[in-house]
């Protein structure tokens, strides 16, 4: 990505659970793609505008280190980032634009159902599966629980039963998951929207025109379908 490019760069989730929504939200506001499976820029066809296809994990740092302008990333992937970046001396911060209206979920402890859970005091000395290491050590902290992590980038759900963790740090949307696995939900660390994030350098006066036009359409959009 040329870093002086005039045209906006916008990081977006290339496969998952927020692609569809996000490429959607932005041709509801105006912009049209002409997405090719394979290739990692999409070039808007009326607006100088790009998209960037990543993981979402790495949407954080690129709009952190101003690599791209802006990103749609879920708020627990911005906030592990955020906390992962301070406690490693990178710059971390982010201009938030807007909470966006899809991608909900919350990031939950939960512990195999035939435990006698009474309490986050249960868990000190315990160790916690998750994804989320930092904003998992963050409440702890704030709880006054030592628990050790068992950091997994997937599969997350499964760790007890391996033997690998007492209990585990996970998202959650329907719970269908955890049910499945004999786990129940016990304490909500985090909620969590999809979020449009901006880079924290100004933008170019040109970028920033889009920008000042994106945003009125996009409250725009997301009001119509309150
Ligand atoms: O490949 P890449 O790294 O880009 O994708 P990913 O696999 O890391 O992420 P992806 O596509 O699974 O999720 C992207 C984002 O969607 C997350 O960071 C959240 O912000 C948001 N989101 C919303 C969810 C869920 N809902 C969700 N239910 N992300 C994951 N899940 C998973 C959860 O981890 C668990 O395995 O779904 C399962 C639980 O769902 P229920 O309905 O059974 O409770
Ligand atoms: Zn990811």
């Keep these: 990505v040329d870093k002086n490019s ?25 912009f049209k793609f002409s997405l090719h499976e394979a290739r990692l820029l999409a070039h808007s066809s009326n607006q100088p505008v790009d998209l960037l296809r990543v993981r979402d994990d790495d949407i ?9 302008d802006l990103g749609l990333v879920g708020e627990n992937v911005l906030e592990e980032a955020r906390l992962e970046r301070q406690a490693t001396q990178l710059p971390a911060k982010i201009n938030i634009l807007r ?6 979920c919350r990031l939950s402890i939960a512990v195999p159902k035939e435990d006698n859970y009474r309490g986050l ?3 000190e000395g315990k160790r916690i599966a998750t994804t989320y290491p930092f904003l ?11 628990a050790s992590t068992a950091v997994l980038t997937g599969s997350v759900e499964v760790a007890p039963r391996a033997g690998l963790a007492d209990a585990i740090c996970d998202l959650v949307s329907t719970g269908a998951t955890l049910e499945a696995n004999g786990l ?8 969590s929207t999809a979020q449009l994030i901006q880079r924290p350098e100004p933008l170019t006066a ?9 945003l009125p359409r996009l409250d725009g959009v997301q009001m119509a379908r309150e």
């Excluded at 129940?184 to 909620?191: A, D, G, Y």
């Design 60 to 68: 954080p740092g690129l709009v952190m280190d101003g690599v791209v």
């Design 184 to 191: 129940v939900e016990k304490e909500v660390i985090f909620r």
């Design 6 to 30: 005039q045209r906006l760069t916008i990081a977006i989730q290339k496969s998952g659970r927020l692609s569809k929504e996000s490429i959607a939200l932005l041709e509801a506001c105006g």
């Design 121 to 123: 005091a249960d868990l």
């Design 206 to 214: 040109a970028k920033q025109a889009i920008v000042d036009q994106l």
């Design 136 to 146: 998992l050590q963050n409440y702890l902290q704030q709880q006054g629980i030592k």
């Design 99 to 104: 909470a966006l209206d899809f991608g909900q």
